[in-house]
């Protein structure tokens, strides 16, 4: 398969890497003792429905995969939610829906709320540079405290949640699916990034830079470390998700990734 060429093949695959680690994520951080966090995760057909009770945020309740196939699975899918007293939102990738299927959303109260681009490109032999003091290695386990700060304050969470993301990304650490980066300024922990291989595909899972660090080339230097970790690992394709023009985005694009798809989040009204 020519990577180089957007099909529909390609978008299938970009779309379950996305559902892949979205799905090992969420059974890892269920296995929590006691399932802490009240993760729940349904299949319906081709879609994958994701709950977490406590972690309202759209990222962990939301639905992936959604075909025309599935249109008829859509009033239980939204009962699903409905139940367990959350609205819905489904993750759209375009040829995926076609304007039937969108209407049966439109018409059960869902719209358009926003956009994703999710990029892609052929893991290569990357020069992984280093500018100044900067230095890049594999996150180890005794870290995790330190990845969840800089997790937390680089997105703008507040601190009190910074044990919670140590304990959810501490169960990933030796599942071999995984692996954690952190970037160091003049021996500062500075910035990290995420990824998960499966299938011959890494996923760019997550990337986070603390605010005083900016605009030092940290996340590109993340992005060629990653790619150059997914050559190593015979992975074929190599895969990232942002906000359209990002940002993320353009520093994707300047170390050659290409945009694979656009995709449309619904939510209910």
């Not at 802490?36 to 945020?57: K, L």
Request: hydrophobic share 35%.
């Amino acid at each position: 398969m020519n990577y180089f060429i957007p099909s529909r093949q390609l978008m299938k695959e970009i779309e379950h890497s996305e559902i892949n680690y979205m799905h090992d994520r969420m059974l890892a951080i269920q296995s929590r003792l006691n399932n802490p966090e009240g993760i729940e995760v349904q299949q319906f057909g081709n879609a994958w429905c994701f709950y977490s009770r406590t972690m309202p945020w759209a990222a962990f309740n939301t639905v992936k995969g959604m075909t025309n196939a599935d249109i008829e699975l859509l009033d239980p899918i939204i009962e699903f939610y409905k139940k367990r007293d959350r609205k819905a939102q489904f993750e759209i990738v375009p040829t995926h829906l076609d304007h039937h299927a969108l209407k049966q959303l439109s018409d059960r109260g869902f719209y358009a709320s926003g956009s994703h681009a999710s990029l892609y490109m052929e893991p290569i032999e990357m020069f992984e540079e280093t500018q100044g003091q900067i230095q890049i290695l594999e996150l180890q386990e005794d870290q995790f405290h330190l990845y969840a700060t800089i997790h937390c304050r680089g997105t703008g969470l507040a601190d009190d949640g910074i044990p919670y993301v140590c304990e959810n990304n501490k169960v990933l650490y030796n599942r071999p699916e995984w692996k954690y980066f952190i970037a160091y300024v003049n021996e500062e922990p500075a910035a990290v990034g995420v990824m998960h291989m499966k299938n011959s595909i890494a996923s760019f899972t997550f990337a986070a830079t603390l605010p005083a660090y900016r605009n030092q080339g940290l996340q590109q230097g993340l992005l060629k470390r990653r790619i150059a970790e997914a050559r190593r690992n015979n992975c074929k394709l190599a895969v990232s998700q942002c906000s359209f023009l990002s940002q993320s985005h353009r520093n994707m694009e300047r170390i050659g990734m290409k945009m694979g798809y656009v995709r449309t989040s619904w939510t209910e009204r």
